[in-house]
């Protein structure tokens, strides 16, 4: 698992992104990858899986 910050998320629009605890690496979430609602500044875990335009974050989940 890693950590991080939801540096932005869209709720109409359903994405965002996070930014990553230990190497600032950003990366996409999509609303499907959430297990639980996010907002801007929350801190998180994730899991990294290969999209179609690099890594996303999936299985979300508030810290």
Same mark, same amino acid.
């Given at each position: 698992m890693n950590n991080g910050t *939801? @540096?932005?998320f869209n709720d109409l629009k359903g994405f965002g992104f996070i930014k990553e605890d230990n190497t600032?690496? +950003?990366?996409? *979430?999509?609303v499907t990858? !959430? *297990?639980? +609602?996010?907002?801007e500044n929350? @801190? *998180?875990t994730? +899991? !990294?899986? +290969?999209?179609? @335009?690099? !890594?996303n974050a999936i299985n979300v989940k508030r810290a």
């Open positions: *939801v @540096k932005f600032d690496q +950003e990366y996409f *979430v999509h990858g !959430l *297990v639980h +609602e996010i907002q929350d @801190k *998180v994730f +899991e !990294l899986q +290969e999209g179609r @335009k690099g !890594l």
